[in-house]
């Protein structure tokens, strides 16, 4: 009698069915889109090289919108999804120079409640071997210092920046006047459910001629 209901539990047990989780996008494919929008402009040429022109300020955007997931994957209202950028472009700085307005104690005020002074000149502050204390600048906006652990598992993660939990992901990348004819290439990775259980990953490379 006791092996017989053994033999029911493991029959029990072994009939229970799993649940299956679906696939993590509502689409069935994980379509995913991004494109550079200002305020540089840019342009595609032939040769699938899009060409960022520098116009004064210092940085381009690279905007995306990605597939909805399946509410299998969305936790109050918050979707399991994440964007990663990094590029093979890195900034050394050498010498920084910016300039400051000079004031006097006793100086001149431009309205009766002393409220605004009035400079009596400009003072330009020269630093220089910044490239000493500070680290390269990855153009997508992260640094590795000195102390960064290249054998710990979990340096991998410190590498790129991140945007998490949002379907239209939005991501501004240094730019320099100096940068002109150089090329980069940027790689963004996209992990539809950032948690355990199924997952979808897209990337996608741009290639970039900065005019």
Known sequence: MKKMLCLAIVLLISCEKQKIKPYPCLDGTCETKFWIEGPSPSSIDVNNYTHVKWVG????????????????????????????????????????KF?????????????????????????????????????PLNIAGYQINSHACWECPYFPT???????????????????????????????KVVYNSDIGKREIKEHIFNIIFD
């Open 57 to 96: 300020v210092n940085y381009f955007s690279i905007k995306g919108k990605l597939a909805e997931l399946n509410s299998e994957y969305v936790i109050n209202k918050v979707p399991l999804i994440e964007v990663t950028y990094d590029s093979d472009y890195w900034v050394i700085f050498d010498t920084i």
């Open 158 to 188: 410190i590498l790129g920046t991140h945007s998490k939990y949002n379907y239209t992901p939005k991501q501004n990348l240094f730019l320099s006047k100096y940068m002109k004819n150089d090329t980069a290439q940027i790689f963004i």
């Open 99 to 135: 300039t400051t307005p000079m004031y006097s104690v006793l100086g001149w005020y431009n309205d009766k409640q002393f409220n605004t002074p009035i400079p009596i000149g400009n003072y330009t502050y020269t630093l220089k071997d910044i490239s000493n204390i500070h680290p």
